[in-house]
């Protein structure tokens, strides 16, 4: 299989691809051409056919295509110019190919996850924990096998967990180094600050919004999901419960980015810096796995927008 981090410009591809996203679309000229996206599990690419001739089959959106085409680039951008393509037929490909997963053992992340909540002190954080990431094994399983988004940072299977994990782990350093912090509310927090997401996006390969996700978001659905937990725990103290919300509501840090409130603890504080940290530096990652751009420099990058320099041998 030629995989789509692997495919360079002026190159023709005759190749199996999941088809993400299909749309009409019209040109200035007023012809009609097919805006895709097409998929597999090492990252996903546009695509455009703009001739709409008898070599162009019917498909829909999640269907496995063969396409054949040419790899060229639009905006700095590598996009493939698609000639002929049918829809795939059982035999002919593995589904496996398709779905973008974690390349870390997702048994030791949970391990490392289950390990973090064996060894929380209060008794209610460690009873909200235990219910939702250890007795829920349904709730867990969808937790493992999870993105943490669309397109951005950890957009693969097990992504969630390997970003909560990472996030955790970060929190438990910082927060040890500082006064006045409370490392069990901290884990809470870290934990389930993006549990929501497991109801904004729905399982892979689709990875796309639900309808709750567009309408609420993952805070919003996280927050829910915490309080009607934390209902279930008889005697949990009111002000605590309080506190775990806020390091969901505010871990985006910033009104500009999306958070209902700002931290307003140093909890909530680590729990932000902690996220951004993550995310900005897996995003540097996975940009390094896919810039072609010769010299030291990547293109430009609009999800941080600028351009990074590419890794340092020294």
């Known amino acids: 299989m030629r995989y789509i981090k692997e495919l360079r410009e002026n190159e023709r591809i005759i190749e199996?691809?999941?088809c993400k996203k299909k749309e009409s679309k019209e040109s200035r000229a007023g012809k009609t051409f097919l805006s895709l996206r097409l998929q597999d599990k090492t990252g996903s690419i546009d695509a455009k056919v703009w001739e709409i001739t008898k070599d162009i089959g019917q498909f829909e959106e999640g269907d496995?295509?063969?396409?054949d085409g040419t790899v060229g680039s639009y905006m700095n951008e590598p996009q493939l110019k698609v000639v002929?393509?049918?829809r795939s037929t059982e035999g002919e490909y593995i589904h496996e190919d398709f779905i973008p997963t974690t390349e870390k053992d997702v048994g030791e992340m949970f391990g490392k996850v289950s390990a973090l909540i064996k060894g929380a002190k209060n008794t209610y954080i460690k009873a909200l924990l235990e219910n939702i990431f250890i007795k829920n094994e349904e709730l867990a399983e969808i937790f493992k096998s999870h993105s943490a988004a669309m397109h951005m940072h950890h957009s693969y299977m097990g992504g969630l967990l390997e970003h909560t994990l990472s996030v955790a782990?970060?929190?438990?350093f910082l927060g040890g180094r500082y006064k006045y912090v409370n490392m069990d509310l901290l884990l809470a927090g870290?934990?389930?600050?993006?549990?929501?997401?497991?109801?904004e996006l729905s399982p892979?390969?689709?990875?796309?919004y639900t309808d709750d996700g567009q309408m609420l978001g993952h805070i919003v659905l996280g927050l829910e999901m915490v309080s009607a937990e934390i209902a279930k725990i008889d005697g949990f103290p009111h002000e605590l419960a309080s506190l775990i919300k806020h390091c969901i509501v505010a871990h985006h840090g910033e009104f500009e980015f999306g958070s209902p409130k700002i931290p307003a603890i140093p909890e909530a504080m680590i729990l932000h810096f902690a996220d951004n940290i993550d995310a900005k530096l897996t995003t540097f990652g996975e940009i390094y796995e896919k810039d072609t751009a010769p010299g030291l420099w990547t293109t430009y990058q609009k999800s941080l927008g600028r351009y990074i320099r590419k890794p340092v041998n020294v």
């Open 169 to 172: 782990e970060t929190c438990m």
């Open 16 to 18: 199996h691809y999941l």
């Open 190 to 199: 870290a934990l389930l600050h993006d549990i929501g997401k497991i109801y």
């Open 84 to 86: 002929k393509l049918r």
């Open 204 to 208: 892979m390969p689709q990875n796309e």
């Open 64 to 67: 496995v295509v063969k396409i």
